[in-house]
């Protein structure tokens, strides 16, 4: 006769019965049952349905002892007590109250060790937080000065362009229509993109879009 019978005292598991041991003993012939499982995953997965589930058919069949046993906690503090050919449960009171107050003892210090694991790990997840969002901010900045040392550079190749070309201009002579206003597009260009300067291109730094120009919202 197999008897199972459990309750929870304190938050804790307890469970004993007969048969409370269970062996394997041959392997497992897969019942009608379990075959037309089978054979409705493989026609789901054939039919190109993916997300069936595949029936969980047990590798072994298992029997029961026949033996008492008595059961406690759970991972990774579980004790458990069963009837012997030399001594049953009876017989063994005492032996299994201290085993009851130790598996506590062992459980309350593993959960404490586990809590102080989670807050470890939490801390550590904000200092990496913390760190991995300073380092975006600083290389967004960096990106930034890398561009205005780059425009800083490009403003001043125009300036000093615009100056080669107006001292060669002045050397023979005169300096025509055409070039004065070419000289005043050049510095107006160099002070826009002049990242030390607040001026603003109206034709380079005005919005554009192909929207804007056909009318689409």
């Known amino acids: 006769m197999e008897w199972v019978a459990g309750f929870a005292w304190n938050e804790w598991q307890v469970s004993a019965g007969l048969g409370g041991w269970f062996q394997w003993n ?20 054939r039919a190109g349905r993916y997300d069936a589930k595949y029936p969980s058919i047990p ?49 309350k210090q593993f959960e404490l060790e586990q809590q102080r694991k989670e807050l470890e790990r939490e801390r550590a997840r904000q200092r990496y937080e913390f760190f991995k969002s300073r380092r ?21 190749s125009l300036r000093r ?20 206003d070419w000289l005043e597009w050049a510095r107006a260009k160099a002070d826009a993109i002049d990242p030390t300067k607040l001026v603003s291109d109206l034709i380079l730094d005005a919005p554009f879009s192909e929207r804007s120009f056909y009318g689409y919202y």
Request: charged letters at 30%; a negative charge; glycine letters at 6%.
């Open 136 to 156: 975006t901010e600083e290389l967004k900045k960096l990106e930034l000065a890398e561009l205005q040392a780059k425009n800083l550079d490009r403003a001043d």
């Open 59 to 107: 590798q072994y069949d298992y029997i029961p002892s026949g033996v008492l046993s008595l059961a406690i906690g759970g991972y990774p503090n579980k004790s458990t007590w069963n009837d012997t050919k030399l001594r049953k449960l009876g017989d063994r009171i005492e032996e299994i109250v201290v085993g009851i107050c130790v598996c506590v003892e062992n459980t």
């Open 26 to 45: 041959t392997h497992h012939e897969a019942t009608e049952t379990e075959k037309r499982a089978q054979e409705r995953y493989y026609a789901a997965t």
């Open 161 to 180: 362009l615009a100056d080669r070309k107006e001292q060669a201009a002045l050397s023979n002579g005169r300096i025509s229509e055409e070039l004065n």
